[in-house]
């Protein structure tokens, strides 16, 4: 989520709750609303007690989706890397077709795949160059043991990139049920509102408006928190870079130059394909 965003939210939510509190304190009754401020108070903390379990069991939830999302994107980029490596046995021609369509592929992935993850969806470019690769792989000998453990290579390391890319799509749909933002939303709602019960006329005003605002500042940044945490491909702070995919396609690039070798891209800088 992009900071200012934040801190705007975070601080308007502070500044609604203070304007709240003092309009309340002008009907209230002196003495404030409750008669006895230590029942008042454990009721209180009963509510703020059910609202941390509730958010920490959902950040738990959202860390999880989080940590997940990025081991998936490294295990796909590391599958990238080995692949682009193992191809290498191939005939000269289809190797330098599998790993032309390997970098297309990773460049779709940082260009393309990353902004309609967005909306949790996939790229059709970087699909197209999943067929392309398949295409390419169906030309490939069958591997048979030792002799060509290193096309055994490229099929396992297959696997894991198509593995990796399916993971890093599901958690890019989000995994939170909406029951589940309900009733935090639910909980946020009772923990902000049973404060303005507090509101005194006898009291000062000040202690009171640094208690509504810090309690709604508060919250608003948890659910905030779980907001980055549940939905971690948003392109902005915070979010998943595809930084494991860039140093991948760092070290093509840097063997390509060790072996004085350029590959002729069927793709633009993006991964779109080029005109044929």
């Given at each position: 989520?992009?900071?200012l ?7 308007g939510?502070?500044a609604?709750a ?14 404030g ?8 108070s ?16 959902v ?6 989706t ?12 590391t599958?990238?890397?080995?692949q ?14 599998a ?18 993850m ?5 790229s ?43 993971a890093?799509?599901?958690v ?5 049920p909406p ?14 509102g ?11 005003w000040?202690p ?23 939905v ?8 998943i870079?595809?930084s ?12 390509l ?8 891209l069927?793709?633009?800088?993006q ?5 044929s």
């Amino acid at each position: 989520m992009n900071p200012l965003i934040a801190a705007a939210l975070i601080i308007g939510a502070a500044a609604a709750a203070i304007v709240v509190m003092l309009l309340i304190r002008r009907r209230a009754p002196e003495g404030g609303y409750f008669a006895d401020s230590d029942r008042a108070s454990s009721v209180f903390g009963f509510l703020g007690a059910g609202f941390v379990i509730l958010l920490g069991f959902v950040i738990f939830l959202s860390f999880g989706t989080y940590d997940n999302a990025r081991t998936q994107s490294e295990v796909e980029a590391t599958a990238v890397s080995d692949q682009f490596g193992e191809a290498e046995v191939m005939p000269p021609a289809v190797r330098d077709r599998a790993q032309a369509q390997l970098v297309c592929y990773a460049r779709s992935v940082i260009h393309r795949e990353w902004v309609t993850m967005e909306q949790g969806a996939a790229s059709p470019v970087t699909k197209g160059w999943i067929v392309a690769l398949e295409q390419t792989q169906a030309a490939l000998p069958d591997a048979n043991g030792r002799e060509d453990a290193a096309l055994n290579a490229w099929y396992e390391a297959t696997k894991e990139r198509e593995l990796g890319r399916r993971a890093r799509l599901l958690v890019a749909q989000g995994e939170i049920p909406p029951l589940l933002w309900a009733l935090i939303a639910i909980a946020a709602a009772l923990v902000v509102g049973y404060v303005f019960l507090y509101a005194d006329p006898a009291e000062r005003w000040l202690p009171q408006v640094v208690m509504a605002g810090g309690v709604a500042a508060l919250v608003v940044a948890s659910l905030l928190a779980v907001a980055v945490l549940a939905v971690p491909f948003q392109n902005e702070s915070g979010s998943i870079e595809p930084s494991g995919m860039q140093y991948t396609l760092g070290e093509i690039d840097a063997e390509l130059a060790q072996e004085h070798r350029t590959l002729a891209l069927p793709c633009d800088a993006q991964g779109v394909p080029r005109p044929s």
